[in-house]
């Protein structure tokens, strides 16, 4: 006779075994994946983006005033380039930031979470170019190919006209400093001439280069005329 | 991912039907960003419709619309002419509608040759303005010229350095020229400014 | 031929295994417990000063309480109670009689000598017999005995005497130990007889139970969660993130200043309690300050970005730090003291974003971030004067020295520099320094250490040429100069080459030398930052890096020198002016050519002390290099190779004809024209001391 209470024990150790692990896995693995989800996107929101499906999902009824105001094409491609604009900028960024958010996982100097976002933006911003290459082709056959050519430019372009303004921005306040400065080095320049003239002649003035001076001072104290004398001969030595 | 990419924040937008102009149909809530960006996108929208392509998307960035460049070409020249002359502001003002030309152009158009128009137009102008003595707007405008082209622009970066001098602003004058050489290591022009700058730094300490 | 295992039933080695047990963890905690940090905080000396800030106890107190959070309290109470339970075994030890069982001996039980033979010892039993047999011995109640107990004794003996006699028990004797064959043998097991009780092994089940399968996985959890909490910086995992994401190429330091407000230690500090008080710090900071537009040091970009902030933790921290660089009076203690707890979070989240900035690779952010760190230390600013590094030095003084309408600052050197009573005339007067401020100022300020660079080549270990892909050594000479240091002796030219260890010596080419100089021991100390606001003690660093300058990238990353070879101050706290070799080492580039490198030399301290040069490294082909050591062997080179063309400007410059074991150097010349002119001076470098 079998004895089935011997043979249940095993099975049951088994299947407990057995259940609690694969419980295990799928709490941990429903947990992973809603945490993923609740990392914080890497980028904030696409504004651009927002603004281009708004445009296009505008219902004419709801623009009241009745009449045919649907939204132009024209302003639609203006605000896809804007939206291919700030891709650009955020491609950009991935790009640059990927090589360097790998080094730093590997040295530990960046937690995992990190990379998971990273990891998800950048596949977000593979999707989002695709979407825009296929929408620009939707307006215009071929103007997928060119659109980020476009886009690249005018963020090159908007970036140094920024640089432009802000240095040009300065030109004010430098003016200003120099005026106050010159108007300062005047008024010391005028007290010296005062001072210069109220002073005795005997006293040599000082003149351009300082070696120049060191020479005509070692040479002996002779008169403010031979000074000049001998100023006038090393000018016409030195031409 | 596939349904995210459907998803997207309705925002309270407004068209208006005459000028097809782009507004925030609620004035409470709207964020500074949201304003900026509609701006930005009003004004492309404009820059579009001027457009003559047959299908009203932008060119290419090459080859460039000629006759821009022409006219910017004609700007330098005159503006070049009045300053042989020693007419410093005359030659100011067309290097600045030059540049204000320069910076006009279309968006898509390529900024390499936006930054090489304007940094010679730039480094025109502060030396007009060198010549007038206005060593201030002179340094602005040949930083701005360095700024948009750094390397092979040894005449921009001595200009700077020159009315730094000139402002005897010597410190910054030593730091700036120490850059320039960096970039355009063995220049003679730079080279002699930096001994010029540090006889003088020399000169004011002994006093 | 059964086997027993022979429980601890007299508790004899229980105490043994729980002493060693408990002393295997008590002794090292201990250690960790009293041991005296070795960092470089607690054993370096520091400058002498007597200046206290206006809110000293506030920063005083803010260092009590990382003293205390360092004293590691909880360890010292394991230590503790590991003792007592050790003190207590020993205790046991002692009490318990040890109880050995006696080896059995059959001579010693015949009470007969070893060196008797067999005959004598058969006539020994024989006499025994006469008294010992229970035939012939009667019980005696007096003794204690039974007839059961000279029974025994009795075949004891007649066991004993077998065994010395009887050839095949002796055999067994001798094998076994034991006259009747093999035995069963005993394991104990240091384990009292309690624990496997029939009743008591449940309890016991569940204790391993609890121990295996809670206790265990806590403290492993704990320990890689814990791990996994704070980065190799030792900043939140979080804020690194928040750091990273904040990264930009063409950061400033006010940039800089805005991405540490991202740190989520921020939130520990201010306990969530974000509202209060912002409006108030916000007020102060953006008020008009004496020397800048706001009185917090910020730009108008910063404060646009301030401004754009939600409110929040992090809208308080930045205006928090903004108030401590401006050292900016909140007038509300809580405040105050949030503001000088800032600081130091904002230094620690500035080093892991140094490490974010090194796997970018650019140059800029990695400067901002040193600059941030003085700043930060020296609470002032960024683009502010380094003289506010100077006690009792407000923006008023600063201006009245600098002058209304200079563009650029002094340096603390520079301020130094200008004579004695000029300077003093600048600085003393009613509403700037009084005399005796003054006095102290000049004296703080001539203990700064000021690293100057002497020399700084290139060189490959036992080579004479940087040939491509060598190891090559970045060697810089540098001397402490303080600021204000007159008599400053010329530099000994010997001390500024690099020699080599001699051929042969193959444990000093290998840096095993004995005395090698970088040996952690006799390496000396610089004195701690003189940095009264920043509330932690910190040792001055030294970092050190190659830059290409037209790319703005890293050319070589940066290597920290935190002490010297040679002591920078004698016992009387007066310079020495040693000369220090700072040394990197890194791998020469593939292929030949100059290469010309901007060094920087950033002490992440002191304001205003950057050394920023020049250098060139000269790689020449491998085959080349060997062909002219060897034309060299022989006489001067020609005039027509492009190393004797060098060697031959280099006389020229330095009339000098002694042999170089160097030839790739470019050394700097101190455009300010201080005394040592007497460097080998490649005419294209230059020092620019900012």
Wanted: include cysteine; aromatic fraction near 8%.
């Amino acid at each position: 006779m079998v004895n089935w209470l011997s043979l249940v024990v095993p099975f049951a150790y088994l299947t407990i075994l057995l259940g609690s692990l694969y419980t295990f896995s799928h709490l941990y693995r429903a947990r992973k994946l809603s945490k993923a989800a609740s990392l914080e996107p890497w980028f904030p929101p696409h504004l651009q983006r927002n603004i281009y499906l708004t445009l296009l999902h505008l219902d004419p009824s709801e623009s009241g005033e009745g009449g045919p105001s649907k939204v132009p094409d024209s302003v639609l491609k203006a605000a896809l380039l804007r939206r291919a604009t700030e891709d650009i900028h955020r491609v950009l960024q991935v790009q640059n930031a990927k090589p360097a958010l790998q080094s730093l996982l590997q040295r530990g100097s960046v937690g995992d979470d990190l990379w998971q976002r990273f990891l998800r933006a950048e596949k977000e911003i593979q999707e989002e170019i695709k979407d825009v290459v296929a929408e620009a082709n939707a307006f215009a056959p071929g103007w997928g190919q060119l659109i980020f050519q476009t886009a690249n430019e005018m963020a090159q372009n908007a970036l140094l006209r920024k640089r432009v303004e802000e240095i040009q921005a300065q030109v004010t306040a430098e003016k200003e400093w120099w005026e106050k400065k010159k108007a300062g080095i005047q008024a010391d320049f005028m007290k010296e001439l005062d001072e210069d003239s109220k002073a005795t002649q005997a006293v040599p003035t000082t003149g351009r280069g300082s070696d120049d001076d060191a020479v005509l001072v070692e040479g002996g104290g002779p008169t403010a005329a031979q000074q000049q004398g001998s100023m006038k001969k090393r000018k016409k030595g030195k031409n | 991912m596939a349904a995210e990419a459907e998803t997207f924040t309705l925002l309270p937008l407004h068209l208006d039907p005459s000028t097809k102009a782009v507004s925030s149909s609620s004035s409470t809530t709207t964020s500074a960003a949201l304003t900026t960006e509609l701006t930005a996108l009003n004004l492309l929208h404009r820059s579009l419709l001027s457009l003559d392509t047959p299908n009203g998307v932008p060119p290419p960035p090459v080859p460039v619309n000629p006759k821009r460049s022409a006219q910017i070409g004609k700007l330098r020249e005159t503006g070049n002419t009045s300053f042989r002359k020693g007419a410093h502001a005359d030659a100011i003002r067309m290097y600045s509608l030059g540049i204000d030309m320069a910076l006009g152009r279309p968006g898509w158009e390529p900024s390499g040759l936006v930054r090489e128009e304007v940094s010679g137009l730039y480094a025109n102008r502060a030396q007009a303005h060198m010549a007038l003595q206005q060593w201030a707007e002179g340094a602005v405008d040949a930083e701005c010229s360095v700024e948009m082209k750094r390397v092979g622009n040894a005449k921009g970066w001595w200009r700077r350095g020159r009315c730094l001098f000139e402002m005897g602003r010597l410190e910054e004058a030593r730091e700036w020229v120490g850059q320039a050489l960096e970039f355009e290591a063995g220049e003679q022009d730079l080279v002699g400014l930096m001994r010029e700058v540090e006889a003088a730094l020399e000169r004011r300490a002994r006093q | 031929m059964s086997q027993d295992y022979n429980y601890d039933e007299q508790g004899q080695f229980f105490p043994y295994f729980v002493l060693t047990i408990v002393g295997l963890i008590t002794l090292p905690t201990t250690y960790s417990a009293f041991r005296k940090g070795q960092d470089l905080e607690n054993t370096a000396p520091r400058i002498k000063s007597d200046f206290k800030p206006e809110h000293a106890d506030l920063i005083e107190g803010q260092r009590k309480k990382q003293r205390r959070r360092e004293r590691k309290l909880k360890r010292m109470v394991v230590a503790a109670a590991g003792w007592a339970l050790m003190a207590g075994m020993v205790y046991l030890i002692i009490v318990t009689a040890r109880t050995v069982p006696k080896i059995w001996d059959p001579y010693d039980v015949l009470g007969a000598s070893r060196s008797w033979d067999e005959k004598k010892i058969k006539s020994h039993y024989r006499k025994l017999s006469l008294t010992h047999h229970p035939d012939k011995r009667q019980p005696d109640p007096a003794k204690n005995e039974t007839a059961d107990l000279i029974n025994d004794e009795w075949v004891e003996m007649t066991k004993a005497f077998k065994t010395l006699t009887d050839e095949e028990v002796r055999n067994n004797y001798i094998q076994y130990g034991h006259p009747d064959g093999k035995q069963s043998f005993s394991i104990g097991i240091a384990l009292p007889k309690f624990i496997i009780t029939e009743g008591n092994g449940k309890y016991v089940l569940m204790l391993y139970g609890a121990l295996l399968g809670v206790i265990l996985p806590y403290f492993v959890g704990k320990w890689w969660y814990g791990s996994q909490k704070v980065t190799k910086e030792k900043v939140l995992v979080a804020s690194a993130g928040n750091l990273f994401r904040e990264y930009e190429s063409e950061m400033t330091e006010g940039d800089l200043i805005y991405a540490l407000s991202s740190g989520e230690e921020f939130k520990q500090i201010l306990h969530g309690k974000s509202d209060a008080g912002l409006a108030r710090i916000e007020q102060r900071i953006l008020a008009e300050g004496e020397a800048s537009p706001l009185a917090g040091g910020l730009g108008v970009k910063d404060r646009a970005k301030l401004q754009e902030l939600d409110e929040g933790v992090r809208r308080k921290a930045l205006g928090l730090l903004w108030a401590y660089l401006g050292r900016v009076e909140l007038d509300d203690q809580a405040l105050n003291d949030e503001k000088y707890e800032a600081a130091p979070t904002a230094l620690a989240l500035t080093d892991a974003f140094t490490s974010m900035s090194l796997a970018y690779g650019n140059t800029k952010p990695l400067l901002a971030a040193y600059h941030t760190s003085q700043n930060l230390i020296q609470a002032v600013p960024p683009r502010a004067s380094p003289l506010l590094q100077l006690p009792r030095f407000t923006p008023a003084v600063v201006r009245a020295v600098e002058g209304e309408t200079a563009r650029t600052h002094l340096t603390v050197q520079d301020f130094m520099r200008i004579p004695a009573d000029q300077r003093k005339k600048r600085t003393v007067g009613p509403g700037l320094l009084t005399e005796k401020e003054y006095n102290a100022a000049v004296q703080i300020a001539s203990q700064l250490p000021a690293l100057k660079v002497e020399k700084a080549f290139f060189k490959v270990v036992g080579e004479r040429f940087v040939t491509p892909s060598s190891l090559v050594q970045f060697v810089v000479k540098a001397r402490i100069i303080p600021p204000g240091s007159t008599n400053t002796p010329a530099v000994n030219e010997k001390d500024l080459e690099d020699v080599d260890a001699k051929e042969g010596d193959l444990d000093a080419l290998h840096g095993r030398k004995k005395n090698d100089p970088e040996d952690a021991e006799n390496r000396i100390q610089p004195p701690l930052a003189h940095a009264p606001f920043f509330a932690r003690d910190h040792s001055p660093r030294w970092h050190v890096f190659l830059a290409d300058s037209k790319q703005g990238k890293i050319a070589v990353p940066p290597f920290t020198f935190s002490t010297f070879d040679k002591p920078l101050f004698d016992e009387e706290g007066n310079p020495t002016f040693n000369v220090q070799t700072l040394k990197m080492q890194f791998g020469a580039p593939p292929h030949a050519g100059r290469y010309t490198f901007v060094m920087h030399l950033i002490c992440d301290s002191y304001i205003g002390m950057d050394t920023k040069m020049e250098v060139t490294l000269v790689v020449e082909e491998a085959s080349k290099a060997e062909e002219m050591e060897e034309d060299e062997e022989i006489s001067e080179p020609e005039e027509d190779t492009l190393m004797g063309q060098m060697n031959a400007l280099k006389k020229d410059a330095t009339a000098k004809k002694r042999p170089r074991r160097v030839e790739d150097e470019s050394s700097g010349s101190d455009t300010e024209g201080d005394e040592e002119t007497e460097s080998e001076t490649d005419t294209d470098t230059d020092t620019d001391e900012e």
